[in-house]
């Protein structure tokens, strides 16, 4: 409980499976934090939810647990084409927000968004929880050290099968497609370890229709010289496999499931100081980001994952759908 008193209260939008690992677990941990409100545009299915997590309020629009004046914040986990729509709704009365990743459905909506929130005294967040592990901390910290010398490439991927191509990650109405899901991890990645928003040289998709990426790879270059690449899929010949890899002048650390370390991960170095292997806490890493969005509500504390850095993120985005010859996703 922060030292007044004062809770943070938080509606969520949309019954999302997400929803309950990413904020309704955590929060039990949390003295800081309750969740007050969900809504869905199905009753029903929001009554559900609510009983099934403990939900004392229900909403059966999006607008009426948007104004509701007992809430501060709002969880957005909507599909990827609503994010913008919603969170600029949340801003402009007056709610703080934690967004669920991709931030908006291309770059342009991601400044707009970015200039709301500027133009606000509300937090806007983006929900990349594993910026905010003590895993992700280390290895920033070991590349600003100057253990790995200058860097000469960086490299993320993040491939899982998901061949229910029902599933609303494959509908380009709603902004789907791998790079947008799996892929705006890898491109986070190589952002934050790489120091600087790359240049894309080149990019190939796998098509799951002519519009929707079920796999992409695309190679970067950054300011500074060095070099990168992002791989992403959700149903390839890559099944299953989560990983970065930071290459200097003078050391290497590859680290083994870089996005949700809670589960299992492991941290190589090699450098002059040897070869050593790091390994961190297992809380998750949706308990560090709710800790963060929380402090930033309450004390003013500064995220990690702010709406501007979403903008860089999605600009990548953008410019791996362009030059795989894919239209840019669109907001619905």
Not at 9 to 38: H, T
Not at 67 to 84: E, F, Q, R, V, W
Not at 123 to 128: D, G, I, K, L, S
Request: aromatic letters at 6%.
């Amino acid at each position: 409980m922060s030292e007044s008193g004062a809770k943070v209260r938080i509606g969520i939008l949309g019954a999302a499976r997400i929803a309950p690992l990413a904020l309704i677990n955590p929060a039990k941990d949390n003295p800081e934090v309750s969740v007050v409100a969900v809504a869905a545009r199905d009753r029903d299915r929001a009554q559900s939810f609510a009983a099934e997590h403990g939900i004392p309020r229900v909403y059966d629009s999006y607008d009426a647990l948007i104004a509701d004046p007992g809430i501060d914040a709002i969880y957005n986990p909507l599909p990827n084409s609503l994010h913008g729509k919603w969170t600029r709704a949340a801003v402009t009365a007056g709610k703080h927000v934690l967004c669920e990743k991709p931030f908006t459905a291309n770059a342009a909506e991601a400044r707009e968004i970015a200039d709301l929130a500027n133009q606000s005294d509300r937090v806007v967040m983006e929900a990349f929880h594993y910026r905010y592990h003590p895993l992700t901390l280390r290895i920033e910290e070991i590349i600003a050290s100057g253990e790995l010398g200058a860097l000469n490439r960086v490299e993320a991927s993040l491939c899982f099968p998901l061949p229910k191509f029902s599933d609303i990650r494959y509908d380009y109405s709603l902004a789907g497609g791998a790079t947008m899901d799996a892929g705006c991890y890898a491109v986070d990645i190589v952002r934050t370890f790489g120091g600087s928003t790359p240049e894309v040289v080149s990019a190939q998709a796998k098509l799951r229709d002519p519009m929707v990426d079920r796999a992409m790879t695309a190679d970067l270059r950054f300011a500074g010289g060095h070099t990168g690449r992002i791989r992403c899929s959700m149903w390839s010949s890559r099944l299953l496999e989560m990983s970065a890899k930071v290459v200097g002048d003078k050391g290497r650390l590859s680290v083994i499931n870089p996005v949700m370390p809670h589960a299992f991960h492991r941290l190589s170095v090699r450098s002059a100081k040897g070869k050593r292997v790091e390994r961190f806490s297992r809380r998750p890493s949706y308990a560090y980001q709710l800790d963060a969005f929380v402090s930033a509500v309450l004390r003013g504390e500064r995220v990690r994952t702010t709406a501007q850095d979403a903008v860089e993120t999605m600009v990548v985005i953008d410019a791996i759908y362009r030059a795989a010859g894919l239209p840019l996703r669109q907001p619905s």
